[in-house]
């Protein structure tokens, strides 16, 4: 078992980042651990500078990162925590999959076509080209697991698409060069959505702070903008059925239900008849019992900069290691004469 994940250093993490993704790292990272497996969860700094942005900045987010992760229960004993900037075989082999994907399949990526709007032309390259770095970022580990939410799952199909190419290209069917990597994507906590708008997601680059928790916002933050969260004026339901067409309404109750182990129907279960003004107190709660322990262990360990600097070089030199081997059969499967 060998799990492998990415997430960007950049913005503050939030709600969506934390259920959708961070939670199952943690319990991959023990489920791993537990059977002799491998987890590897680095900062994807090389995927932040495919949009504009500020070097002060990157480097402050990159350190911020490895406390939150810290903080959220990934154990530097058991994970390899890494940023991408000081392993390059990952770059390396980006540009080793750049001869194996093909155009078309970058072209049909959503994020890509969100991302870039009207103005393809003036995107960077790094932006199209994201995707096959995301695709090295895995196949480099042997990956068999990847946790991520519902909007990668493109891009880790892409993934396997490049792998089984290579594969087929490059290499005997008896030895094939990657693995192809699963997605695994928590059903109950796929997709949150924005606090402002239940049809968008909960995103670091949205310009309201109030759509999104932030993991390190205080309990009166949190509450208020829980309190502050659109909904509609009907009470919640009794019956999942009646959340149809109700997408604040379905994301706050989601929330709930990540966030306590319950299923949908459950929460209503619960409070089915009952108004918002009942149930958002509730879930503020809830948030702020969750992340309050996480927000206390998140400002000690940014007291010592160096101890977290240095759980990614750790982190880092186990990376580049690990990665030797699968980066030298690629180099080797193209022809290509390494010395
Ligand atoms: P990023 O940094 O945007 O997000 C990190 C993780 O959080 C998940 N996520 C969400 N899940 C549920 N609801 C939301 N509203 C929400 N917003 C974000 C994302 O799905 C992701 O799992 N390209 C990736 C980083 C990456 C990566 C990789 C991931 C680079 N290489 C290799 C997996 C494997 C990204 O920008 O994630």
Redesign the pocket.
């Known amino acids: 078992m060998r799990v ?5 250093p950049t913005g503050q993490p939030h709600l ?2 934390y ?3 961070i939670v199952n790292y943690v319990k991959l990272q023990d489920e791993a651990h537990a059977a002799g497996g491998e987890c590897f969860i680095f900062l ?1 700094d090389l ?1 932040a500078i495919s949009m504009p942005h500020d070097p002060a900045e990157l480097s402050a987010t990159t350190r911020e990162m490895v406390a939150t992760l810290v903080a959220c229960g990934l154990d530097p004993s058991k994970t390899v925590l890494f940023n991408q900037a000081q392993v390059p075989a990952h770059a390396e082999l980006q540009w080793l999959l750049s001869g194996t994907a093909r155009m078309g399949w970058l072209n049909r990526m959503t994020q890509w076509k969100d991302k870039a709007g009207k103005n393809r032309e003036g995107q960077s390259i790094a932006l199209f080209t994201y995707p096959v770095l ?1 695709a090295a ?2 196949l480099l580990y042997q990956a068999t697991h ?1 946790p ?5 799952k493109q ?1 880790l199909e892409l993934a396997r698409d490049i792998a089984q190419k290579f594969n087929n290209d490059f290499a005997s069917e008896d030895a094939p060069i990657f693995t192809l990597p699963e997605p695994i994507i928590p059903p109950e ?4 959505m924005s606090l402002r708008d239940g049809n968008a ?3 670091k680059s949205d310009v309201s702070d109030l759509a999104r928790i932030n993991l390190i916002d205080d309990a009166d933050t949190i509450m208020k903008k829980v309190k502050k969260a659109k909904t509609d004026p009907e009470p919640l339901p009794s019956e999942e059925a009646g959340l149809e067409g109700r997408a604040e309404a379905l994301n706050l109750v989601s929330i709930y239900g990540a966030l306590s182990g319950q299923s949908v129907s459950d929460v209503l279960g619960e409070f089915g008849g009952q108004g918002f003004g009942v149930f958002k107190p509730a879930l503020g709660e809830l948030m702020i019992d969750t992340l309050s322990p996480i927000n206390t262990r998140f400002r000690d360990l940014m007291q010592d900069r160096e101890a977290l600097d240095a759980i990614l070089a750790r982190g880092a030199a186990k990376a580049r290691e690990a990665s030797g081997d699968t980066l030298a059969a690629a180099y080797k499967a193209l022809g290509l004469v390494r010395g």
Do not use: C, F, P, T
């Open positions: 492998v994940s990415g997430i960007q969506g980042n259920l959708g993704a994807a995927h995301q970022d895995v990847v991520v939410g519902e909007d990668q891009h906590a796929a997709r949150i997601k909960m995103s």
